[in-house]
């Protein structure tokens, strides 16, 4: 793991870092600005309805404002933990970075229709900065990018209380949003695998510490 000695002023004296560092931020705020072109075309492909027998044994409800409580409290915390370690917080960058890789490349490959029964999950920040359409998106479906990211960032903290609050809100933002209908059990049970290959991936081009 890596550790949480180097303060950014020491970090940012190695070149390999700062190169690092800038190179995912642009290549993060250009994804960021690709992202609604990309989920207007996933939403207007036709895609096919998957049986899932274990979404069926869960109630439909409608948690919109729960997930989203958990889901900003999580990254809140991911991102106050990780924060004052600058290497810590490039490798969770990187990761993020290529988990948004993966899950452009799942979702061209898969088109899938959402689930019957779908409630449409609505997060007001998303939707105005990154899924600009006309109606809401509902064939973001495979893998679940809620999931992945609490995941993710599980992963990125240390060891202690954090991560494992961050992974009791990675079971519960699963179960939450297949009560909502809004993914498949497969987007769900599929995500921690993308995440934690993509943490692994930004483990070996994060520069090690100087």
């Not at 960058?93 to 290529?98: H, N, Q, S």
């Not at 019957?116 to 479906?141: C, H, N, S």
């Amino acid at each position: 793991m890596l550790s949480s000695f180097p303060t950014w002023p020491e970090a940012w004296r190695h070149p390999a870092f700062r190169r690092r560092l800038l190179l995912v931020l642009a290549l993060l705020l250009l994804l960021a600005a690709s992202l609604p072109r990309f989920f207007a075309w996933v939403q207007a492909r036709p895609g096919i309805i998957l049986p899932d027998p274990l979404l069926a044994l869960l109630p439909a409800r409608n948690v919109s404002g729960l997930t989203f409580a958990i889901i900003y409290l999580g990254i809140g915390l991911g991102v106050v933990t990780l924060l004052p370690q600058p290497y810590r917080l490039l490798r969770a960058l990187t990761a993020y970075l290529l988990l948004h890789g993966f899950r452009c490349l799942t979702l061209a490959l898969f088109p899938l229709e959402p689930p019957i029964g779908l409630i449409i999950l609505r997060d007001p920040l998303v939707e105005q900065l990154f899924y600009a359409a006309p109606a809401p998106i509902t064939k973001d479906l495979f893998f679940s990018g809620h999931t992945a990211t609490l995941f993710l960032l599980a992963l990125a903290v240390p060891a202690g209380w954090r991560r494992r609050v961050l992974l009791v809100a990675t079971v519960a933002i699963g179960l939450l949003v297949m009560m909502q209908r809004a993914h498949y059990s497969y987007d769900v049970l599929a995500a921690p695998l993308f995440a934690g290959l993509s943490f692994w991936l930004a483990g070996k081009l994060t520069p090690k510490q100087g």
